[in-house]
């Protein structure tokens, strides 16, 4: 989107920090007297005017005033958020001052849920951190007497080790056989069984099962992510009406994980709206941090909220969370 003028730019932050506050549609005048707009009402109504013509602001009613549209919330995030107030500052304090005292992972996450839900009045969620699937890389094998040796190491340096019984007579294809592994995994990026080679059968049918019955490198069992605040989503104005809030509650309990995607590394990420890829919170605003543990896990913080939210507020307290279980962590 194109810069909007000073003027414009003004009156947009001006009209999403009243519906933030008030939950009600806007004017002109009221914005000048509010805000001390240094410009009379008829050039506000110009400007809020030129606003919704750029689809950034609409009109809930003819005779209402102007809110906020999703496309308004977007412009205001990437263009004209202000610095977190003092509240986020001490949060920020309070959270450096966290030691790693729980006694167990959970206990902290939610405790620090809590505080999020607590500081802000919106849902939390924060996810344990989760390795992503290791995918095997190198191959290794080693004859010791009857036995064969096996070291296997994937692509995020998760290593495994193996003891098998060498097959009767196949003790000479050993260093063939890793060397066909080798060319596998150089070439393909996995091991071809079916391309196996009819002399390597005997000792590679041995490696073939010791590894798939193992299911060394399958992808770990996610932890369902801590969530708090429920009650504070369904009790916003915004999702009064059942038919709005079975969505986001079905989603809930099917897969909370799902409010949070995030596939790549994300650092204060804002979904608005239809931006999110669950069409439950497409009535919501999401805003998530990524943290990583020390064995290399990412976990992620996250606040779910009707599109009216303290945004600058909300990223502040994500990204504070973010840090301290980075911190304690590592």
Same mark, same amino acid.
């Given at each position: 989107?194109?810069?909007?003028?000073?003027?414009?730019?003004?009156?947009?932050?001006?009209?999403?920090?009243?519906?933030?506050?008030?939950?009600?549609?806007?004017?002109?005048?009221?914005?000048?007297?509010?805000?001390?707009?240094?410009?009379?009402?008829?050039?506000?109504?110009?400007? &809020?005017?030129?606003?919704?013509?750029?689809?950034?602001?609409?009109?809930?009613?003819?005779?209402?005033?102007?809110?906020?549209?999703?496309?308004?919330?977007?412009?205001?995030?990437?263009?004209?958020?202000?610095?977190?107030?003092?509240?986020?500052?001490?949060?920020?304090?309070?959270?450096?001052?966290?030691?790693?005292?729980?006694?167990?992972?959970?206990?902290?996450?939610?405790?620090?849920?809590?505080?999020?839900?607590?500081?802000?009045?919106?849902?939390?969620?924060?996810?344990?951190?989760?390795?992503?699937?290791?995918?095997?890389?190198?191959?290794?094998?080693?004859?010791?007497?009857?036995?064969?040796?096996? &070291?296997?190491?994937?692509?995020?340096?998760?290593?495994?080790?193996?003891?098998?019984?060498?097959?009767?007579?196949?003790?000479?294809?050993?260093?063939?056989?890793?060397?066909?592994?080798?060319?596998?995994?150089?070439?393909?990026?996995?091991?071809?069984?079916?391309?196996?080679?009819?002399?390597?059968?005997?000792?590679?049918?041995?490696?073939?099962?010791?590894?798939?019955?193992?299911?060394?490198?399958?992808?770990?069992?996610?932890?369902?992510?801590?969530?708090?605040?429920?009650?504070?989503?369904?009790?916003?104005?915004?999702?009064?009406?059942?038919?709005?809030?079975?969505?986001?509650?079905?989603? &809930?309990?099917?897969?909370?994980?799902?409010?949070?995607?995030?596939?790549?590394?994300?650092?204060?990420?804002?979904?608005?709206?239809?931006?999110?890829?669950?069409?439950?919170?497409?009535?919501?605003?999401?805003?998530?941090?990524?943290?990583?543990?020390?064995?290399?896990?990412?976990?992620?913080?996250?606040?779910?909220?009707?599109?009216?939210?303290?945004?600058?507020?909300?990223?502040?307290?994500?990204?504070?969370?973010?840090?301290?279980?980075?911190?304690?962590?590592?």
């Amino acid at each position: 989107m194109k810069p909007l003028p000073r003027r414009q730019q003004e009156v947009l932050q001006a009209t999403v920090h009243h519906y933030v506050d008030t939950i009600e549609p806007v004017g002109s005048r009221a914005l000048v007297q509010r805000f001390g707009i240094k410009a009379s009402s008829a050039t506000v109504r110009s400007a &809020m005017g030129a606003l919704e013509q750029r689809g950034l602001l609409t009109q809930p009613h003819t005779s209402a005033g102007r809110v906020p549209s999703p496309q308004g919330y977007r412009h205001y995030v990437d263009c004209l958020l202000p610095e977190p107030g003092a509240g986020a500052h001490h949060l920020e304090r309070e959270l450096t001052q966290l030691s790693l005292r729980w006694a167990a992972l959970d206990d902290l996450l939610l405790q620090l849920a809590r505080r999020l839900t607590d500081f802000t009045g919106l849902m939390s969620l924060i996810s344990p951190p989760q390795r992503s699937q290791s995918n095997l890389r190198t191959i290794r094998l080693v004859r010791s007497e009857d036995r064969l040796l096996v &070291m296997l190491v994937g692509d995020s340096s998760q290593a495994h080790h193996l003891n098998l019984r060498l097959p009767h007579g196949s003790a000479g294809q050993v260093e063939a056989l890793e060397r066909w592994t080798s060319d596998q995994l150089v070439q393909a990026g996995q091991l071809d069984w079916s391309c196996l080679p009819q002399q390597l059968q005997s000792c590679g049918r041995a490696l073939q099962d010791a590894l798939e019955n193992g299911n060394l490198f399958q992808r770990p069992i996610e932890q369902a992510p801590l969530v708090h605040g429920v009650s504070r989503l369904v009790a916003e104005p915004e999702f009064s009406d059942s038919a709005r809030v079975r969505p986001l509650l079905d989603l &809930m309990d099917s897969d909370p994980a799902a409010f949070v995607p995030a596939p790549a590394w994300s650092d204060g990420r804002v979904w608005i709206g239809r931006e999110h890829p669950e069409t439950a919170l497409s009535r919501c605003s999401v805003v998530q941090a990524s943290y990583r543990s020390g064995d290399g896990g990412v976990g992620q913080v996250a606040l779910i909220g009707p599109m009216r939210m303290a945004y600058a507020t909300a990223r502040a307290a994500v990204n504070s969370v973010a840090v301290t279980l980075e911190r304690l962590l590592s």
